[in-house]
């Protein structure tokens, strides 16, 4: 069974603050993307990484997909409250096109 | 706009009764799913339909019936809800499958579902 790891699983930090959250994985993906959800709505999606050792930015967000593509990064710069939200990594499991989702980092950025 | 929308946004029923959860996408999309969201658990899928006429149980799909009669609807039927699927219940779609590059899930606004 694929599974997707992500830790911490709750991370509260001060505004201005640098974080990494980890999505890991005994399984290669073919693709990996990341979401952030905020209270009473559904996710919404960051990035997408296909390329083993990709890094894609997003602002003061660095997403990277490792080398085997089984595990992920999430890199913030100078976090801001507007951060804070549910981040979940998802999987592309491969021909079916559906996708795995791990549990979730939940950051909470105080001002 | 484009946009998932799900309705009810709130729905307290009561063991048995049986009910069901719209949604519909204005997107034209191929692929939709429907996932749960229960603390501790993440996002689990409960069913996913490639395209008309065409869909697939998920990770959880026991208590659960879709169809896709139509592309823009995929409705949730609960013929007969229990308290255990009490949950936070979410649909999705996406152009040509979830997960492929290029072709995100874009996700409605959940129903909270209580079962009493």
């Known amino acids: 069974t694929q599974l997707l790891e992500q830790s911490p699983q709750f991370l509260s930090i001060q505004e201005g603050e640098n974080l990494t959250v980890y999505c890991n994985s005994s399984?290669?993906?073919?693709?990996l993307q990341w979401y952030r959800q905020e209270p009473g709505e559904g996710p919404v999606l960051l990035v997408t990484?296909?390329?083993?050792?990709e890094v894609k930015k997003l602002k003061r967000l660095t997403f990277q997909f490792g080398d085997a593509r089984k595990d992920s990064s999430l890199h913030i710069t100078a976090a801001q409250p507007g951060d804070t939200g549910l981040y979940l990594c998802?999987?592309?499991?491969?021909?079916?096109?559906?996708?795995?989702f791990g549990k979730g980092t939940k950051l909470s950025v105080k001002p | 706009e484009a946009q998932v929308t799900q309705n009810p946004r709130y729905l307290i029923t009561v063991t048995g009764k049986k009910l069901t959860v719209t949604c519909s996408q204005n997107?034209?999309?191929?692929?939709m799913s429907w996932y749960r969201q229960d603390p501790g658990l993440g996002l689990r899928q409960i069913y996913y339909?490639?395209?008309?006429?065409?869909?697939d149980k998920g990770d959880v799909p026991e208590g659960y019936k879709v169809s896709r009669k139509e592309k823009r609807n995929f409705p949730l039927i609960l013929e007969s809800p229990s308290p255990n699927q009490t949950s936070l219940y979410f649909c999705?779609?996406?152009?040509?499958?979830?997960?492929?590059?290029?072709?995100?899930?874009?996700f409605g606004n959940g129903t909270r579902l209580t079962v009493t």
């Open positions: 998802a999987g592309d499991r491969g021909s079916q096109g559906n996708l795995i």
């Open positions: 997107m034209n999309h191929e692929y």
């Open positions: 339909s490639m395209n008309v006429e065409v869909t």
């Open positions: 999705a779609s996406s152009f040509d499958g979830a997960g492929y590059p290029g072709s995100p899930l874009h």
């Open positions: 399984s290669v993906f073919s693709s």
């Open positions: 990484v296909v390329t083993g050792g």
